[in-house]
């Protein structure tokens, strides 16, 4: 054979075909024209584990990509196509080329044999493949046009195959002989339905709907049953095509091997790959070369590709754009989109920042510390004043545990941020700890993958009370789980977060150890005294944070460039060292604030003056700060100060800069020109009450610049009386300035002013990434408008301009729909071209009683349909505004009004656990047994969301316990699925099946064994749960049962 030529470049490639198997990739070698060596420039990442084979196909160039050796399924294929794409970024389309199971049906005129094709197409946007790109739709369309006049070139491909390849022949890929074709009744593997025969060996081809998932298909009887999903369209059953085609434009091409029965063999697959490589080799013949160059690259198109791809982090620069932010595992990072835990990695990072070498070491020596790191000690609260340290000691823990790990030792971490408002809940605190522990034990990821598979995928939220039974279980596979929980003062649901703590601590889990710290409140101490040992509170005393204190003080006197005019007076240092730990008394905020103010110093004098006379608290700190801000720059820092105390979240830099050029009442209201030349000198505006963070973006090596509040204690001076009361009183009039302008209804109407003015300052021609780019604070400004108007929406200017951006300012309008959707809030790229819901919807959705009462003035229709949730009456119900869901209804709402994600207004209120508005509508004449949404009626949803008093509201009101519908079947599954005891006990009370049918796990019994609800497995078998009925598993660990079994199958009609 002569040698092999190597084109120049990688990019010479534009045709990618998928082989799953060894034979599939030997028949489509045996298909090429000519076969190439690896391309000149072709370096494969280490990150690319497919094993490639490349060569020409007519005018084609074609890389062949073959998955790992057994490795069969959607997610392999998915694997496979990416680090290709990676790898050969000029491809314009995919070939999934191989072999399947016909579904022949030859008394409805579907007479497939084995060697047949199966061809993907779509139909009337049902079925077949997706979005594969118009040059092989109009391929296809040409291909089968020719087969109308002339006979397919297939037999005559495969015959010049074999003359190159003789061996082929006595390999099997040639036609294995009709008698060793048969077709047998499903009711009878043993009877063979006879069919007329065919006068030639000839394959013949079909067009229609391939059904693709990850189990082998071996038994008629479940075929069928699968078959029942997809419908008659199916013409062929295989495992690798869902993965790829809601993404990869593509086309999935079969060669018939077996009729997916008990008759299952292997006797006909390699002419089945033969065949079918033959029809993809005819059919790029009706791909015009020249038309390659006009169609969108395979890689462009792959915008959701992380969802189903594994064993990727590193890319080529033709593909970074699209994936550089993939994990290794595809199952975490689809567990990791769906819990959407927040990263505490953050906050450690900041935290070891501001640590000084050695502060910390006289805790990690301590023999309460030891003794909780071996196991003697289980739980310990450390207490400490503001600013005394307590974070950057919670690090120096974090840092420590980790220095000593072993195989059955996990260590888990959190820090409540006042800065962040997706760290300031338990149910975050819950997803992150669950999310850490799902990457640091790969045993324990059974238990999350169950809850994952039984929410749909996903597709559905787990509620707090399963996620926390989840966690609990996980932790049972590690010897020695230690949790390190920081600033339980910062967190906004205390009471809850007390509660669940106390519970984990009661367990009985023996290894578990919770180590957490916090300011010494009434309420935190009065609830960890009940259950926590005295000798496990530990206070963080005085003289030993001095000690780290004079550390940080003498490093930063000695070192910081701020001080470099004192380097060569070490009796300057000293005295400074000196006044500072005088009157230090352990709070390390205090200290740091004085240090900020004494490096402005400038000589001698100026220093001995401040250091006599500095604050006593870190209030009359914070007092000084402010009134020493530069009268130029006062009505600036006001602003930021307003973003920052009231904000959700920190603003990027970029942010603050543009926030600070809108004047509401300009004209225009924003002039890009006026902007900060230099962004980082915004940190001069009000320096020591903001600092500067860096935080890791989406890119995996770039980063962002965030202006955050210094700390704790400056948000709650700063939003306090204390603003007024700590001015010197020569000052008083600046520190009224500040406290009028720092209360939050004026920084609220402030803000919504702002926001406002600055979307009606943009374009709607340009893209949501264009627009984020050019306008900073668009997304921020999109994002939160409504949350700052929500308590500002008493003043009547708030209230003209939501009326004018709502009703007036269409193009605004618009650019607002394009950055955010305030039904998928989480969603950063809203979905293109979607038909947004009325302007009374949103303010329902968002709690705006006075814009929706003056847009029903305006004459709003209040029945309005659109929306996630269908009408305003049900998006107001699923947020719990009672005062909105009233006026609506008094307005002529349609209190039984059908429609949208929970079917009607009640059964959203009962999902939320809205009492109030539940009772309301059931006045109103709510249909209590109102059918439909995604939970069936009000009384499943109430119970899946564990809401006991909705749930109690609506059996009092005629609720039917049994009725049926939804995805959970029935309420008795939903209360057990969610670990809700007193509601299963209750709904048994009141008469409902225990053995009733229906969910993902098939019944209530089985959900709750597979959950691991022990007490509720108990009570439904005293109240006379089926162990064998159909589905049932006591003993399940992995939801094993028909109707589980069903539904992991994760069909996808292609």
């Given at each position: 054979?002569?040698?092999?030529?190597?084109?120049?470049?990688?990019?010479?490639?534009?045709?990618?075909?998928?082989?799953?198997?060894?034979?599939?990739?030997?028949?489509?070698?045996?298909?090429?024209?000519?076969?190439?060596?690896?391309?000149?420039?072709?370096?494969?990442?280490h990150c690319d584990p497919n094993s490639y084979t490349w060569g020409r196909i007519g005018d084609h160039?074609?890389?062949?990509?073959?998955?790992?050796?057994?490795?069969?399924?959607?997610?392999?294929?998915?694997?496979?196509?990416?680090?290709?794409?990676?790898?050969?970024?000029?491809?314009?389309?995919?070939?999934?080329?191989?072999?399947?199971?016909?579904?022949?049906?030859?008394?409805?005129?579907?007479?497939?044999?084995?060697?047949?094709?199966?061809?993907?197409?779509?139909?009337?946007?049902?079925?077949?493949?997706?979005?594969?790109?118009?040059?092989?739709?109009?391929?296809?369309?040409?291909?089968?046009?020719?087969?109308?006049?002339?006979?397919?070139?297939?037999?005559?491909?495969?015959?010049?195959?074999?003359?190159?390849?003789?061996?082929?022949?006595?390999?099997?890929?040639?036609?294995?002989?009709?008698?060793?074709?048969?077709?047998?009744?499903?009711?009878?593997?043993?009877?063979?339905?006879?069919?007329?025969?065919?006068?030639?060996?000839?394959?013949?081809?079909?067009?229609?709907?391939?059904?693709?998932?990850?189990?082998?298909?071996?038994?008629?009887?479940?075929?069928?049953?699968?078959?029942?999903?997809?419908?008659?369209?199916?013409?062929?059953?295989?495992?690798?095509?869902?993965?790829?085609?809601?993404?990869?434009?593509?086309?999935?091409?079969?060669?018939?091997?077996?009729?997916?029965?008990?008759?299952?063999?292997?006797?006909?697959?390699?002419?089945?790959?033969?065949?079918?490589?033959?029809?993809?080799?005819?059919?790029?013949?009706?791909?015009?070369?020249?038309?390659?160059?006009?169609?969108?690259?395979?890689?462009?198109?792959?915008?959701?590709?992380?969802?189903?791809?594994?064993?990727?982090?590193?890319?080529?620069?033709?593909?970074?754009?699209?994936?550089?932010?993939?994990?290794?595992?595809?199952?975490?990072?689809?567990?990791?989109?769906?819990?959407?835990?927040?990263?505490?990695?953050?906050?450690?990072?900041?935290?070891?920042?501001?640590?000084?070498?050695?502060?910390?070491?006289?805790?990690?020596?301590?023999?309460?510390?030891?003794?909780?790191?071996?196991?003697?000690?289980?739980?310990?609260?450390?207490?400490?004043?503001?600013?005394?340290?307590?974070?950057?000691?919670?690090?120096?823990?974090?840092?420590?545990?980790?220095?000593?790990?072993?195989?059955?030792?996990?260590?888990?971490?959190?820090?409540?941020?006042?800065?962040?408002?997706?760290?300031?809940?338990?149910?975050?605190?819950?997803?992150?700890?669950?999310?850490?522990?799902?990457?640091?034990?790969?045993?324990?990821?059974?238990?999350?993958?169950?809850?994952?598979?039984?929410?749909?995928?996903?597709?559905?939220?787990?509620?707090?009370?399963?996620?926390?039974?989840?966690?609990?279980?996980?932790?049972?596979?590690?010897?020695?789980?230690?949790?390190?929980?920081?600033?339980?003062?910062?967190?906004?649901?205390?009471?809850?977060?007390?509660?669940?703590?106390?519970?984990?601590?009661?367990?009985?889990?023996?290894?578990?150890?919770?180590?957490?710290?916090?300011?010494?409140?009434?309420?935190?101490?009065?609830?960890?005294?009940?259950?926590?040992?005295?000798?496990?509170?530990?206070?963080?005393?005085?003289?030993?944070?001095?000690?780290?204190?004079?550390?940080?003080?003498?490093?930063?006197?000695?070192?910081?460039?701020?001080?470099?005019?004192?380097?060569?007076?070490?009796?300057?240092?000293?005295?400074?060292?000196?006044?500072?730990?005088?009157?230090?008394?352990?709070?390390?905020?205090?200290?740091?604030?004085?240090?900020?103010?004494?490096?402005?110093?400038?000589?001698?004098?100026?220093?001995?003056?401040?250091?006599?006379?500095?604050?006593?608290?870190?209030?009359?700190?914070?007092?000084?700060?402010?009134?020493?801000?530069?009268?130029?720059?006062?009505?600036?820092?006001?602003?930021?100060?307003?973003?920052?105390?009231?904000?959700?979240?920190?603003?990027?830099?970029?942010?603050?800069?543009?926030?600070?050029?809108?004047?509401?009442?300009?004209?225009?209201?924003?002039?890009?020109?006026?902007?900060?030349?230099?962004?980082?000198?915004?940190?001069?505006?009000?320096?020591?009450?903001?600092?500067?963070?860096?935080?890791?973006?989406?890119?995996?090596?770039?980063?962002?610049?965030?202006?955050?509040?210094?700390?704790?204690?400056?948000?709650?001076?700063?939003?306090?009386?204390?603003?007024?009361?700590?001015?010197?009183?020569?000052?008083?009039?600046?520190?009224?300035?500040?406290?009028?302008?720092?209360?939050?209804?004026?920084?609220?109407?402030?803000?919504?002013?702002?926001?406002?003015?600055?979307?009606?300052?943009?374009?709607?021609?340009?893209?949501?990434?264009?627009?984020?780019?050019?306008?900073?604070?668009?997304?921020?400004?999109?994002?939160?408008?409504?949350d700052h108007a929500k308590p500002a929406e008493a003043d009547k200017d708030v209230q003209d301009r939501?009326?004018?951006?709502?009703?007036?300012?269409?193009?605004?309008?618009?650019?607002?729909?394009?950055?955010?959707?305030?039904?998928?809030?989480?969603?950063?790229?809203?979905?293109?071209?979607?038909?947004?819901?009325?302007?009374?919807?949103?303010?329902?959705?968002?709690?705006?009683?006075?814009?929706?009462?003056?847009?029903?003035?305006?004459?709003?229709?209040?029945?309005?349909?659109?929306?996630?949730?269908?009408?305003?009456?049900?998006?107001?119900?699923?947020?719990?505004?009672?005062?909105?869901?009233?006026?609506?209804?008094?307005?002529?709402?349609?209190?039984?009004?059908?429609?949208?994600?929970?079917?009607?207004?009640?059964?959203?209120?009962?999902?939320?656990?809205?009492?109030?508005?539940?009772?309301?509508?059931?006045?109103?004449?709510?249909?209590?047994?109102?059918?439909?949404?995604?939970?069936?009626?009000?009384?499943?949803?109430?119970?899946?969301?564990?809401?006991?008093?909705?749930?109690?509201?609506?059996?009092?009101?005629?609720?039917?316990?049994?009725?049926?519908?939804?995805?959970?079947?029935?309420?008795?599954?939903?209360?057990?699925?969610?670990?809700?005891?007193?509601?299963?006990?209750?709904?048994?009370?009141?008469?409902?099946?225990?053995?009733?049918?229906?969910?993902?796990?098939?019944?209530?019994?089985?959900?709750?064994?597979?959950?691991?609800?022990?007490?509720?497995?108990?009570?439904?078998?005293?109240?006379?749960?089926?162990?064998?009925?159909?589905?049932?598993?006591?003993?399940?660990?992995?939801?094993?049962?028909?109707?589980?079994?069903?539904?992991?199958?994760?069909?996808?009609?292609?």
């Open positions: 054979m002569p040698p092999l030529k190597a084109l120049e470049s990688r990019d010479l490639y534009t045709v990618g075909w998928i082989a799953a198997l060894p034979l599939e990739r030997a028949a489509a070698m045996a298909l090429l024209d000519e076969r190439h060596e690896k391309p000149l420039d072709f370096v494969q990442p160039n074609v890389v062949i990509a073959a998955l790992g050796a057994g490795k069969y399924g959607t997610t392999s294929a998915a694997a496979t196509a990416l680090p290709m794409l990676s790898s050969f970024p000029q491809i314009r389309f995919g070939l999934l080329v191989g072999i399947g199971a016909g579904i022949a049906r030859p008394d409805k005129g579907r007479d497939i044999r084995l060697g047949d094709v199966a061809v993907s197409q779509p139909r009337g946007g049902v079925g077949g493949v997706l979005h594969p790109p118009e040059i092989l739709l109009r391929a296809l369309a040409a291909l089968r046009a020719q087969h109308e006049l002339e006979p397919p070139k297939m037999l005559e491909y495969l015959e010049e195959a074999i003359a190159r390849y003789p061996k082929l022949a006595k390999q099997g890929y040639v036609h294995q002989g009709f008698e060793n074709d048969q077709l047998f009744k499903t009711s009878d593997s043993k009877e063979e339905i006879q069919r007329e025969p065919r006068d030639s060996t000839d394959p013949e081809i079909h067009y229609g709907i391939i059904a693709s998932g990850n189990t082998l298909f071996k038994d008629a009887d479940y075929r069928d049953k699968v078959l029942e999903e997809v419908g008659d369209e199916c013409i062929c059953l295989e495992m690798e095509a869902a993965g790829l085609m809601n993404n990869f434009p593509c086309i999935v091409i079969r060669g018939i091997c077996d009729y997916a029965d008990s008759h299952k063999s292997d006797r006909w697959q390699r002419y089945a790959a033969a065949t079918a490589a033959a029809y993809a080799k005819e059919l790029l013949a009706f791909v015009p070369i020249q038309d390659l160059q006009t169609t969108r690259k395979a890689i462009e198109m792959l915008e959701d590709i992380s969802e189903t791809v594994a064993d990727i982090h590193s890319i080529t620069t033709g593909t970074k754009a699209v994936v550089e932010n993939l994990n290794l595992d595809s199952q975490f990072d689809k567990v990791r989109r769906w819990l959407c835990p927040p990263d505490p990695s953050t906050n450690l990072n900041e935290a070891h920042k501001k640590r000084h070498q050695g502060t910390g070491s006289w805790f990690l020596e301590n023999q309460i510390f030891k003794q909780w790191k071996t196991g003697k000690r289980q739980h310990l609260w450390l207490h400490g004043l503001p600013g005394c340290g307590k974070t950057v000691l919670s690090a120096t823990i974090i840092e420590n545990l980790n220095q000593q790990l072993d195989a059955s030792h996990v260590v888990l971490f959190f820090f409540f941020d006042f800065t962040d408002a997706d760290k300031q809940s338990l149910d975050k605190l819950v997803r992150s700890l669950v999310a850490q522990l799902y990457s640091k034990c790969e045993e324990s990821r059974k238990e999350l993958n169950k809850l994952f598979s039984s929410c749909e995928d996903g597709h559905r939220q787990p509620t707090f009370e399963s996620l926390s039974t989840i966690f609990r279980q996980m932790t049972n596979y590690v010897a020695k789980t230690q949790i390190v929980i920081d600033a339980l003062d910062e967190c906004k649901t205390r009471r809850e977060l007390l509660s669940w703590m106390e519970s984990l601590t009661q367990s009985g889990h023996s290894g578990l150890h919770l180590l957490t710290t916090s300011r010494k409140e009434e309420d935190i101490e009065s609830e960890l005294q009940r259950w926590l040992h005295q000798g496990n509170v530990v206070p963080i005393q005085q003289d030993p944070v001095n000690d780290d204190i004079r550390l940080y003080v003498h490093e930063r006197v000695r070192n910081d460039r701020g001080f470099e005019r004192w380097h060569s007076e070490p009796s300057v240092q000293d005295e400074i060292e000196t006044e500072l730990m005088g009157k230090a008394n352990g709070m390390f905020r205090w200290a740091a604030c004085q240090l900020d103010i004494l490096q402005d110093c400038l000589d001698l004098r100026m220093l001995r003056k401040a250091l006599e006379s500095l604050p006593k608290t870190l209030e009359e700190t914070y007092a000084r700060i402010l009134a020493n801000i530069n009268e130029k720059h006062r009505q600036y820092a006001i602003r930021i100060l307003q973003f920052l105390t009231y904000s959700e979240r920190p603003l990027t830099i970029h942010e603050a800069v543009d926030l600070i050029v809108v004047e509401p009442n300009g004209s225009p209201p924003f002039d890009p020109k006026l902007r900060m030349p230099i962004p980082r000198e915004i940190m001069k505006i009000c320096p020591s009450l903001v600092s500067l963070v860096t935080r890791q973006s989406g890119d995996p090596v770039e980063t962002t610049m965030e202006l955050q509040l210094a700390h704790f204690s400056v948000q709650q001076y700063l939003s306090s009386e204390q603003v007024r009361e700590s001015f010197p009183k020569a000052m008083t009039g600046v520190g009224v300035i500040f406290h009028e302008g720092l209360k939050q209804y004026t920084a609220r109407v402030f803000i919504t002013r702002v926001c406002l003015a600055y979307l009606c300052q943009l374009d709607e021609q340009c893209s949501a990434d264009e627009i984020r780019s050019k306008f900073p604070l668009a997304q921020y400004s999109a994002q939160y408008w409504m939501i009326l004018n951006f709502l009703l007036q300012q269409r193009q605004a309008y618009t650019v607002w729909g394009i950055l955010y959707d305030p039904d998928q809030p989480y969603t950063k790229n809203p979905r293109a071209f979607r038909i947004m819901a009325t302007a009374i919807y949103y303010a329902a959705l968002a709690g705006l009683r006075y814009t929706v009462e003056m847009l029903l003035e305006k004459g709003a229709n209040v029945n309005a349909e659109g929306g996630h949730y269908g009408s305003a009456l049900q998006a107001a119900s699923a947020e719990g505004h009672y005062d909105i869901v009233q006026l609506l209804l008094e307005k002529g709402a349609n209190v039984n009004a059908q429609g949208g994600h929970y079917g009607n207004a009640l059964q959203a209120a009962s999902a939320g656990g809205h009492h109030n508005v539940v009772q309301l509508l059931l006045e109103k004449g709510a249909n209590v047994n109102a059918e439909g949404g995604y939970d069936g009626t009000a009384l499943q949803a109430a119970s899946a969301g564990g809401h006991h008093n909705v749930v109690q509201l609506l059996l009092a009101k005629g609720a039917n316990v049994n009725a049926q519908g939804g995805y959970d079947g029935n309420a008795l599954y939903a209360a057990s699925a969610g670990g809700c005891n007193d509601i299963v006990q209750l709904l048994l009370e009141k008469g409902a099946n225990v053995n009733a049918q229906g969910g993902f796990y098939g019944n209530a019994l089985q959900t709750a064994s597979a959950r691991g609800h022990d007490d509720i497995v108990q009570l439904l078998l005293a109240k006379g749960a089926n162990v064998n009925a159909q589905g049932a598993n006591v003993n399940a660990q992995d939801g094993q049962g028909q109707k589980a079994q069903k539904s992991a199958l994760s069909l996808r009609a292609v």
